[in-house]
Structures are given as structure tokens and as C-alpha cells.
T-cell receptor, first 113, second 112 residues
């Protein structure tokens, strides 16, 4: 079945770059997503990438997609303490049309001042 | 623009009791989802509505869980009777499509 794998923890210093990695299994996924969850809050969509793209940049966020290896990464430049949160990678399993997403377990990012 | 509203924020019940959660999606969003997030896990889809029709309820434990979306707007999710393993955060989300989901803050359920 479909599965999304992420490392569970990442710790960086303020001002450094953070790279969060994810692997997925469904090669037919049309869209891949990154969501952010702060303590006690719901998930917030950060960015997404269409499967025919290799890279997408949005301000401090860069998403890289290696479709051959089914590997997705999220790079946060100039990481701030406010970026501390859990980051979820998700793939759509229905071509993206219905929004049925499979989420990874999340990577907890800790930013030290 | 108002976000997805959920209530209550917290609920503590004993096993075998019943509980209901309420969700009001973003105005105009036809698609509504209920996700279950167990501590330390990613959210798992329970049920998806398109307007007031069910699109996918394949992972909903139908012997104890039920959900409805009357008039294609608000939705309620009910658990009857609750089990210990139902302790989780129940997240409601809505979207215009293509996986760009807007989540509510969730209801944290503790079953004792």
C-alpha cells in the first residue's frame, strides 16, 4: 500500500538552512505537499509541487522532487525560531483530484537560538 | 476569511460512552474531510464529503463511527461507543480541490 516516510527529528541553529526529507511510494501521485503543524493547532499548507516539476521555490522555501527515487525534500533558508514545528510530507493517491492524502509521521524541527 | 471551525476543542469521556464533534468549513468549500491523528502519527483520512455526499469512507470504522453533512455545509462526526484506542485529535478540513486542504485546530479526545 501507499506509504510516506520521514525522519522524526531535526535540530538546527537559527540562521542555518534546514532540509527535511521524505520518501513516498505511489508513483502515480500527481501532487506532493508539505504541511506545517504548530503545537495545539491544525495543519497549515506550506507548499506543494506538481509531479512533472523538479523544483519549486517560494520565498525561504525550496522543494526538490526526484521522481525516479520518489524522494521529496523541503529546504528552509535562514531558519528562524518561529519555524519550530512538525512538518508533514503528504502524497495524493487519487491523482490529486479528490484530495485524499497520505501523510508521513512528521518531522519535528527544533530551532536553537 | 474565517477558517475551519471545530468544537469542542477538548473532550474527555469514559470508554463505551458516546461523543460528537462539530465542524463548520470555510464558506464555499464543497469538499470536507475528517481526519484522525493519533499521537506521534500523521493524520489518517476517516471520511470525505463532496457537498453532502460521501466520496470516500473506506477507512471509517462504521461499527462505531458515523458522520453526516446535512445541507452540504456543517458536519458532525460521532463515535458510539468509544474505545480507548479512539483517543486522538480529530481534524476537520475543507478544500476547493486538488489536495490544498485547510485544517481546523482539531478536537482532542481522551478516552479513559
Amino acid at each position: 500500500g501507499e506509504d510516506v516516510e520521514q525522519s522524526l527529528f531535526l535540530s538546527v541553529r537559527e540562521g542555518d538552512s534546514s532540509v527535511i526529507n521524505c520518501t513516498y511510494t505511489d508513483s502515480s501521485s500527481t501532487y506532493l505537499y508539505w504541511y506545517k503543524q504548530e503545537p495545539g493547532a491544525g495543519l497549515q499548507l506550506l507548499t506543494y509541487i506538481f509531479s512533472n516539476m523538479d523544483m519549486k521555490q517560494d520565498q525561504r522555501l525550496t522543494v526538490l522532487l526526484n521522481k525516479k527515487d520518489k524522494h521529496l525534500s523541503l529546504r528552509i533558508a535562514d531558519t528562524q525560531t518561529g519555524d519550530s514545528a512538525i512538518y508533514f510530507c503528504a502524497e495524493s493517491i487519487d491523482g490529486g483530484s479528490q484530495g485524499n492524502l497520505i501523510f508521513g509521521k512528521g518531522t519535528k524541527l527544533s530551532v536553537k537560538p | 476569511e474565517a477558517g475551519v471551525a471545530q468544537s469542542p476543542r477538548y473532550k474527555i469521556i469514559e470508554k463505551r460512552q458516546s461523543v460528537a464533534f462539530w465542524c463548520n468549513p470555510i464558506s464555499g468549500h464543497a469538499t470536507l474531510y475528517w481526519y484522525q491523528q493519533i499521537l506521534g502519527q500523521g493524520p489518517k483520512l476517516l471520511i470525505q464529503f463532496q457537498n453532502n455526499g460521501v466520496v470516500d469512507d473506506s477507512q471509517l470504522p462504521k461499527d462505531r463511527f458515523s458522520a453526516e453533512r446535512l445541507k452540504g455545509v456543517d458536519s458532525t462526526l460521532k463515535i458510539q461507543p468509544a474505545k480507548l484506542e479512539d483517543s486522538a485529535v480529530y481534524l476537520c478540513a475543507s478544500s476547493l480541490g486538488a489536495g490544498r486542504l485547510y485544517f481546523g485546530a482539531g478536537t482532542r479526545l481522551s478516552v479513559l
